[in-house]
């Protein structure tokens, strides 16, 4: 099965507690995209992060960083010192290449991430 | 307007209406897709579009019926709904492949009564 699993479905931290999400995926491709999303109450799925498979390199912007590990096939996502705006469900997704030949996306049941002030 | 912008916001209906949902977007690509989000389930792709053809379908029930009459807007036509069809209804677009990830709307909330 091609898929996206994130286990936990709400976590909850006190502002400027660090939290981590996690997101394993599972597929036959050799070349895939992995991808993280936000989305706020406002209801839009925002882009946060593109990983493709050939790419390991962690990546860190701001207080954001992704730990991308082929090995256990999991994109795993932390915030650094957490904010109540950082409130939101988050969304791991894998570009799967289809039976037609074309790619889509397909996400992970998401995480609700709540930072109490 | 710039990115994907879907009308209405919120949307209530009857099981007997008909009633339908639209997308645009302004970003030139040339796919774009139907994605359900209900409460219990993971969001679902209903539909795909690429170059104005439909090229996935995901056994959606025929009650749901898109249209894409150019690249740039996607309409979702609704009839006969039932109430567990009542869902956050997303669009989103991309370049062909969707490579680079996909741009999403805000959604239409709606709601079968």
């Known amino acids: 099965a091609q898929k996206v699993t994130q286990a936990q479905t709400e976590i909850s931290v006190v502002e400027k507690e660090d939290v981590t999400l996690d997101c394993v995926y599972e597929?036959?491709?050799?070349?895939?995209?992995l991808f993280w999303y936000k989305q706020p109450p406002s209801g839009e799925l925002v882009f946060l992060i593109r990983r493709n498979s050939f790419d390991e390199q962690n990546e860190i912007s701001g207080r954001y960083s992704w730990n991308f590990q082929k090995s256990t096939s999991s994109f795993n996502f932390t915030i650094t010192a957490s904010q109540v705006v950082d409130s939101a469900v988050y969304f791991c997704?894998?570009?799967?290449?289809?039976?037609?030949?074309?790619?889509?996306?397909?996400f992970g049941s998401g995480t609700r991430l709540q930072v109490q002030p | 307007e710039t990115g994907v912008t879907q009308t209405p916001r919120h949307l209530v209906m009857g099981m007997t209406n008909k009633k339908s949902l639209k997308c645009e977007q302004h970003l030139g690509h040339n796919a774009m897709y139907w994605y359900k989000q209900s409460a219990k389930k993971p969001l679902e792709l209903m539909f795909v579009?690429?170059?104005?053809?439909?090229?996935e379908n995901n056994s959606v029930p025929s009650r749901f019926s898109p249209e894409c009459p150019n690249s740039s807007h996607l309409f979702l036509h609704l009839h006969t709904l039932q109430p567990e069809d009542s869902a956050l209804y997303l669009c989103?677009?991309?370049?062909?492949?969707?490579?680079?990830?996909?741009?999403f709307g805000s959604g239409t909330r709606l709601t079968v009564v």
């Open positions: 989103a677009s991309s370049q062909i492949q969707g490579v680079y990830g996909y741009t």
């Open positions: 997704a894998l570009s799967l290449l289809m039976d037609t030949g074309r790619r889509a996306l397909t």
């Open positions: 579009y690429s170059l104005e053809e439909r090229v």
């Open positions: 597929t036959r491709d050799t070349t895939y995209y």
